[in-house]
């Protein structure tokens, strides 16, 4: 059996609430096509976190359909199984199974019912997915995990197994022992245990950790290109894209091969060719900036030379820097047209916890988002304009919001 195995995809990401990341899922999703003809897999395994956001937008789904149906029609015998993240909506997701399931794609939203196991109605079947060299059990993201009805998957799975054909089991889940960096989140999960995967499988086809990896081996290894391992395996494909500017490590899809079922495992990581990558200014070998003006010749330095990626600065906590610094920033990047993008989440250095603390915003961009009236941010910025008037805002304001009111009132 050979299957690629891939996750975290994030369609519909917006970096910084700015940058859209289209033209990155296109170049993916180009290597995606060329690894498919190359390698021939049986099946196209994607491990949760299809869209960023439980409600993506209609041009989100309809990018979704559109890059998915053109892999069915250029892979017809290639089976596609997808499975829901925790940031994608089950409900969503299982929505469109059906109709996807007349083109043989498999999608699946809600995982087994809690009381699974007290019924003997075939439940199982809606989770696993049989092909001529290999078994499917895919499992999307369950927020209550429960052991018993995932073995129970892998038993009745090993009941159909008369051929003793290979035995794989997807799920998106945080499991011990994993490499995390780069997850701000990861808290929010419960972390399971190996165990608690289940017995039975040949190969766990994680999603959820966005490094690849392959657990309880030496991360040393993960970047040789070829490995070979004996049966029961648990891997995290890794994400699509860098999906924060903490991942500094090659992303890849994996492609696998298995003889049969407790057989041999032969891995190959296809390495992803990112469109954008994550940068540091100044380097991390390098102190940090001490003024306005070093950074700004940084910046100018990288747009002349690499001229695209994601920028982050790193500053010394003791540097002044004017009230249209980041203003500034945003203009030096305006002629590249989004090709050089700015982290505005600055990292302070060499200072005190108090010192760093001082530089901090006064809020953050998910504050602004709850943010309902304008004067409110107004109110925050007020000291980087002297030349406003907040008073004069402020009765300017009033007096828009009475004439609002009166325009409701005489409809």
Not at 27 to 42: G, M, R, T, V, Y
Not at 166 to 184: F, I, K
Not at 238 to 244: D, E
Request: net charge negative; glycine share 6%.
């Amino acid at each position: 059996m050979r299957f690629l195995h891939t996750a975290d995809l994030h369609l519909g990401q917006i970096m910084y609430q700015y940058y859209d990341r289209v033209d990155e899922h296109d170049h993916f999703f180009a290597q995606l096509k060329e690894w498919c003809s190359a390698h021939h897999p049986d099946a196209l395994l994607v491990s949760g976190d299809v869209f960023d956001i439980q409600q993506p937008s209609a041009a989100v789904k309809a990018y979704f359909n559109s890059r998915f149906v053109e892999l069915h029609r250029l892979f017809p015998e290639m089976a596609i199984v997808v499975t829901a993240g925790n940031h994608d909506s089950a409900s969503r997701i299982e929505a469109d199974s059906e109709v996807w399931g007349m083109a043989g794609v498999t999608l699946v939203g809600y995982g087994p019912a809690s009381d699974a196991l007290e019924h003997d109605d075939g439940w199982q079947e809606r989770f696993v997915v049989e092909l001529p060299t290999g078994f499917i059990v895919a499992l999307p993201f369950m927020s209550s995990h429960r052991p018993a009805v995932v073995q129970s998957l892998l038993d009745y799975v090993e009941q159909c197994n008369v051929d003793g054909l290979p035995v794989v089991l997807m799920g998106h889940q945080a499991v011990g022992g994993s490499d995390y960096t780069g997850h701000s989140d990861i808290g929010n999960l419960r972390m399971l245990t190996g165990d608690e995967m289940g017995k039975g499988y040949d190969y766990l086809a994680l999603g959820h950790i966005h490094r690849p990896q392959t657990l309880n081996h030496d991360l040393a290894d993960e970047y040789s290109g070829h490995s070979s391992y004996p049966s029961g395996i648990m891997r995290y494909s890794g994400s699509a894209l860098h999906v924060s500017c903490d991942e500094q490590y090659p992303h890849s899809v994996s492609l696998v091969d298995i003889d049969r079922h407790n057989g041999n495992i032969e891995l190959q990581r296809l390495t992803i060719n990112e469109l954008r990558h994550f940068y540091l200014l100044p380097d991390i070998d390098k102190d940090a900036a001490q003024s306005a003006e070093e950074i700004y010749s940084l910046i100018d330095d990288f747009c002349a030379t690499k001229g695209s990626g994601y920028i982050r600065l790193r500053i010394d906590s003791k540097t002044a820097l004017p009230a249209d610094f980041i203003q500034t920033v945003y203009d030096k990047l305006e002629s590249t047209s989004n090709e050089v993008r700015f982290n505005p989440k600055t990292i302070w250095e060499n200072g005190t916890e108090e010192d760093i603390e001082e530089k901090k915003p006064d809020f953050e961009v998910a504050e602004l988002q709850q943010m309902t009236n304008p004067l409110e941010f107004v109110r925050k910025i007020i000291d980087q304009y002297p030349e406003l008037n907040i008073d004069e805002l402020e009765s300017d304001f009033a007096e828009i919001e009475a004439e609002m009111q009166k325009g409701e009132m005489e409809k």
